[in-house]
């Protein structure tokens, strides 16, 4: 257990729908990234809070967005879907002042949109 | 730009016998940090091993080890004595100073009876 806590675990949704995925960090770190992993693919990197504010966006479309809490905890929403949206969803966090350490990914949300 | 490069889509190893999956990477930060994950087929990313830019010694965590060759920008995973439930999806990934972590298209290890 990765301490990372992520829901749902699995969503199934119609084109045009919009969702919202939520992401509880590790107790203590302050840093939140999301990312998108497509069948058979590898893991692309999305978009990157630490501490309530965003640090880094990386391949995220514009019908998707993020915040990130006072509580620390994060919310990705997927709005407008498409059927190339169907994909697991991952979010990590790591503490951050360790500048190259771990992150610690939580179970991921597995997105069908039909 | 591709920062992180796995060149085998797939691999096939016999039960007992050991493997290296090859990974190299790209930077011009002097910090730096080399990971490898697993993702089984129940999807979870499982964090296998860590290596520092600055280390100097190979990491190893109990038969994997992480073959580390600065100047040439590898970072190759070494699995010794495999065993069945090491089949899966492997990642190797970096991370620049307090950055995202990048991650490379993966290796798809099976391990044959």
């Known amino acids: 257990d990765s301490g990372v806590t992520q829901t749902p675990k699995h969503l199934i949704t119609a084109t045009g729908q919009r969702v919202t995925l939520r992401c509880s960090p590790r107790s203590g770190d302050l840093s939140v990234y999301w990312y998108q992993q497509s069948l058979d693919q590898g893991l692309q990197f999305l978009i990157q809070y630490y501490n309530g504010e965003e640090r880094a966006k990386g391949n995220i479309l514009e019908r998707f967005s993020a915040q990130q809490f006072p509580d620390l905890h994060s919310e990705l929403n997927l709005s407008s879907l498409e059927l190339g949206d169907s994909a697991l969803y991952f979010c990590?966090?790591?503490?951050?002042?360790?500048?190259?350490?771990?992150?610690?990914f939580g179970e991921g949300s597995r997105l069908t949109v039909l | 730009a591709q920062k992180i490069t796995q060149t085998q889509p797939g691999m096939f190893v016999q039960e007992k016998e050991a493997v290296t999956l090859d990974c190299t990477y790209d930077?011009?930060?002097?910090?730096?940090?080399l990971f490898w994950y697993k993702q089984p087929s129940s999807g979870e990313m499982i964090f296998l091993i860590y290596?520092?830019?600055?280390?100097?010694q190979n990491a190893t965590e109990g038969r994997y080890s992480l073959n580390f060759q600065k100047a040439r920008k590898s970072a190759n995973l070494v699995i010794s004595a495999s065993q069945l439930g090491d089949s899966a999806m492997y990642f190797c990934a970096m991370r620049e100073g307090p950055n995202d972590m990048r991650f490379g298209a993966g290796t798809r290890l099976t391990v044959k009876p």
């Open positions: 290596q520092g830019s600055y280390d100097q």
């Open positions: 990590a966090s790591s503490v951050d002042y360790l500048n190259t350490g771990e992150l610690f």
């Open positions: 930077t011009s930060d002097p910090s730096y940090g």
